[in-house]
């Protein structure tokens, strides 16, 4: 699919969303930015520069953090979901999140997948459930490793491979977005791969993904488009190609340049 969009087209994008913790610090200026299905877009920039803030807007989870004040709109499917109304479990369940840390429940591999979908109504029969765990599993790419021992604890898993649990865990209740806040810090070179080609393969199903990344490597392996955040702005943003062979900004510059990080 074509990384690009407007936000006329954009499965999700945001106007003039700003974040203030405490009511009062404005971590994350407006920023706008559009997400298409089926793309993958990398946010990048130095450590406190408002990445995971603003990946938090998009499904509305800084409202878990007490005196925390998100304002400006976030339209998923042309709607601002920005709203004191807006149903946060039904949202959840078509955004959904995969973070730094793997955190598998105390389950196991099976009924850690099971768990949403049931809790949604989602399964009515034995058949349909081994065929989602089935399914959610070959999308994070962990089937093979796991098929033999689903009634196994996923705390049992190594790193990677929780990591990957938690990516069939969302895939299991059909999100159209996942937001991944960096998903690979915690993993070795090898799961890393493995993870950035489970991304690769998601969105080539049409589902959206948005990553915060430290990583400029994982960035330009896995992304079509990068946004660059600094001091709480969004100050660039385009396609990866573009961003890390010619960025605009002096800022960007520097910074891929490895002169602060
Ligand atoms: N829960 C919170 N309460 C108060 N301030 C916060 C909270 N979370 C983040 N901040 C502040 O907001 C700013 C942006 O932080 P954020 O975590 O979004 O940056 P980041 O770019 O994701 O950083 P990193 O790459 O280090 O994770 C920082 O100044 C940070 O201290």
Redesign the pocket.
């Known amino acids: 699919m074509t990384p690009t969009s407007g936000e006329g087209s954009a499965l999700l994008y945001t106007k003039d969303v700003t974040?203030k913790?405490?009511y009062t610090?404005e971590?994350?200026h407006p920023t706008s930015l559009s997400f298409d299905a089926g793309t993958v877009t990398a946010l990048i920039?130095?450590?406190?520069?408002?990445?995971?803030?603003?990946?938090?807007c998009l499904n509305l989870m800084n409202r878990e953090?007490p005196r925390?004040v998100v304002e400006g709109e976030i339209h998923y499917h042309d709607h601002d979901v920005n709203t004191p109304d807006e149903n946060l479990f039904e949202l959840r369940k078509s955004i959904g999140m995969v973070f730094q840390q793997p955190t598998p429940f105390r389950k196991s591999i099976r009924e850690n997948i099971l768990f949403a979908p049931k809790r949604h109504g989602r399964i009515k029969s034995r058949e349909e459930a081994d065929e989602l765990v089935e399914t959610s599993l070959r999308q994070a790419a962990l089937w093979d490793e796991v098929k033999d021992k689903l009634n196994q604890s996923g705390l049992g898993l190594s790193g990677g491979q929780q990591q990957r649990l938690c990516i069939a865990r969302t895939l299991a209740m059909k999100p159209d977005v996942v937001l991944f806040?960096?998903p690979c810090s915690a993993l070795d070179p090898i799961s890393t791969y493995s993870i950035e080609e489970t991304i690769r393969s998601i969105a080539s199903t049409g589902i959206c993904c948005i990553i915060?990344t430290?990583n400029m490597e994982q960035a330009t392996r896995v992304s079509d488009r990068t946004a660059f955040?600094y001091v709480?702005n969004m100050v660039e943003t385009g396609t990866t190609k573009q961003i890390f062979s010619a960025p605009n900004d002096q800022r960007l510059a520097n910074y891929l340049s490895g002169r602060f990080g």
Do not use: M, N, Q, W
Not at 51 to 56: A, N
């Open positions: 974040v913790y405490d610090h971590a994350l920039g130095p450590s406190g520069c408002g990445k995971s803030t603003y990946l938090r953090i925390c806040d960096e915060v430290h955040f709480g």
